[in-house]
């Protein structure tokens, strides 16, 4: 039979749900994340993904529902379950005072088996800043040390709630490098963000919370595709003629025009390629093409009537 091409299911979560007093932070919430993915809970602020990590680290305990991590009860099995996932700390939680290099030894010596705190640093390039008090470190470098302790344990699944936020985009772009170093290297990565960008770049699959809730989950393309198919070209021409072979492309939906420059929308993977067919055919000479691909704003958009960054 040989092996599987299923990959081994590490986190199965059904049906859990959390109030706070009045507040329904978590509402049936249920999906499952495979051996060495890179799962993203998305959602606005307030939607209810920390509240949901924290369950399945066993931080929070739900109200109701089932979840099985690595196969373990995280309440009951806490300390297996402690010692096999790594959770990245937030900034309150370290001392102002405590130096780099003193973090890393107080971290490694909570574990039976830690990896070494020196070579961490070195791969996260923190290997000049191990004297460095905690407080005089940039962000960037801060959500580095939070990643370094959070693989200390050598985790095999490691969870990250907001890696980035607050980041200027250079760092944040050297983050996400490490958190693919981090799959690369065969780990399960649970993380939640509310930029529509980084769950593009970073996960496998998402699951798109609101209020609670979750509305769908996918790959980020599949999401696209299943909710927002359409795609559009704007293209400008003299052409006289360009307009009504535009009009003739089958999978065209519409072609709207001003001026001299147009916005033609169709479905479908091919779309693209047949406008530039088109133009090739009828050697439409243009002077301006740029395509718009609709993204993960848009199917938050789609699925909720109102963007994320509301
Ligand atoms: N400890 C708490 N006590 C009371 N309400 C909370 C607490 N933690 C979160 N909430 C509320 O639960 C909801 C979900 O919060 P949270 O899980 O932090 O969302 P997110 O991480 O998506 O921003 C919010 O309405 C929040 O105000
Ligand atoms: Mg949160």
Redesign the pocket.
């Known amino acids: 039979m040989g092996a599987s091409a299923t990959p081994r299911s590490v986190i199965q979560v059904s049906r859990i749900r959390k109030t706070?007093?009045a507040?329904v932070?978590?509402s049936e919430v249920s999906f499952d994340v495979s051996e060495g993915e890179v799962f993203g809970?998305i959602?606005?602020?307030?939607?209810?993904?920390?509240?949901?990590?924290?369950c399945v680290e066993g931080v929070r305990r739900p109200d109701g529902g089932e979840i099985s991590i690595l196969g373990l009860d995280p309440f009951r099995d806490v300390y297996q379950v402690q010692n096999r996932i790594g959770v990245q700390l937030q900034q309150a939680q370290l001392q102002k005072r405590i130096k780099v290099w003193e973090a890393v030894d107080l971290w490694a010596s909570l574990y039976p088996k830690p990896m070494d705190g020196n070579r961490l640093l070195e791969q996260l390039g923190l290997a000049d800043k191990r004297n460095a008090l905690f407080m005089t470190l940039s962000g960037g470098q801060k959500q580095r040390l939070f990643i370094a302790l959070a693989l200390i344990n050598d985790p095999e699944v490691v969870f990250l709630?907001?890696l980035t936020t607050g980041l200027d985009p250079q760092s944040r772009r050297a983050i996400w490098d490490l958190v693919r170093g981090i799959r690369d290297r065969g780990k399960t990565v649970v993380l939640?963000t509310?930029l529509m960008e980084e769950a593009e770049r970073l996960c496998d699959r998402v699951a798109i919370?609101e209020r609670?809730k979750i509305i769908d989950i996918g790959g980020p393309e599949e999401l696209v595709s299943r909710h927002c198919p359409t795609r559009a070209v704007v293209l400008a021409t003299e052409d006289a003629l360009a307009e009504e072979r535009l009009r003739a492309i089958p999978r065209v939906e519409t072609v709207m025009r001003r001026g001299s420059e147009f916005t033609i929308q169709g479905q479908g993977d091919d779309f693209v390629t047949e406008v530039i067919q088109c133009l090739s055919e009828n050697r439409i000479r243009i002077t301006y093409f740029r395509t718009v691909l609709p993204n993960l704003e848009d199917v938050f958009l789609k699925l909720t009537g109102h963007s994320i960054r509301d």
């Not at 959602?43 to 924290?54: H, R």
């Open positions: 706070y007093g507040t932070a978590v809970l959602g606005p602020n307030g939607a209810g993904k920390t509240t949901t990590m924290e709630d907001e939640t509310h919370i609670g």
